[in-house]
């Protein structure tokens, strides 16, 4: 069956330390890979996008890799503030029949920043 | 630029009745997308509108939920009548282009929160 696995625990880390996020999918061959933000009561913010071809991906302190052979996904924020608290969703964008693309949503997982 | 635009906010309402959302994408914005997000999950992509086409309803339950994209502008999704496990935040988010085979950012509003009783 297909799936999307996120760090279903949340993660707890210090101030200053890098926090790393794990995205694992089965059974998808996305053709681009994307991640959202989302605070409690608020919808998704767009952070950052990489295409099935690329490696690595970078925005200031975010980072986001992409193995299509492990089918998995790693997103780093360096120098982490309590300002990154939240949860970060991992989308699989999926090419599908007609030629248009659609998200596939994991839970995500919430990362709280501890000063 | 003003954001995607969504009400109402809350909703509550006791099952077997109605309830419609409202979503107003960023002008120009040619794609517009209704997600479903129970607690603890991610968001679920209910329909997708191209303009005032649907693009796909796949996971849209046909038998309660309608939606519509007239003038290709601003949506309203409809639950007639709900039940208690369609309690949920529904969000709308809009994308500029759609190109075939390629990806776009979404911009989310910030959803209605509805509670089925």
């Known amino acids: 069956s297909q799936k999307i696995e996120q760090n279903s625990e949340a993660l707890n880390i210090q101030e200053g330390k890098t926090a790393t996020l794990t995205c694992n999918y089965t059974?998808?061959?996305?053709?681009?890979l994307q991640w959202y933000r989302q605070d409690p009561g608020r919808g998704p913010v767009f952070l950052l996008l990489?295409?099935?071809?690329?490696k690595e991906k970078r925005k200031e302190r975010l980072k986001v890799t992409f193995d299509t052979t492990l089918k998995q996904s790693l997103f780093h924020i360096t120098a982490s503030q309590p300002a990154d608290s939240a949860t970060y969703l991992c989308a699989l964008d999926i090419l599908f029949s007609g030629g248009y693309n659609k998200l596939i949503f994991g839970a995500g997982t919430r990362l709280a920043v501890h000063p | 630029e003003a954001g995607v635009a969504q009400s109402p906010r809350y909703k509550i309402i006791e099952k077997r009745q109605s309830v419609a959302f409202w979503c107003n994408p960023i002008s120009g914005h040619a794609t517009l997308y209704w997600y479903q997000q129970i607690l603890g999950q991610g968001p679920k992509l209910l329909i997708q509108f191209q303009n005032n086409g649907v693009v796909d309803d796949s996971q849209l339950p046909k038998d309660r939920f309608s939606a519509e994209r007239l003038k290709g502008v601003d949506s309203t999704l409809k639950i007639q009548p709900a039940k208690l496990e369609d309690s949920a935040v529904y969000l709308c988010?809009?994308?500029?282009?759609?190109?075939?085979?390629?990806?776009?950012?979404?911009?989310f509003g910030p959803g209605t929160r509805l509670t089925v009783l």
């Open positions: 988010a809009s994308s500029l282009l759609w190109r075939k085979g390629h990806s776009d950012t979404q911009y």
């Open positions: 990489i295409r099935e071809n690329e």
């Open positions: 059974n998808y061959s996305p053709a681009y």
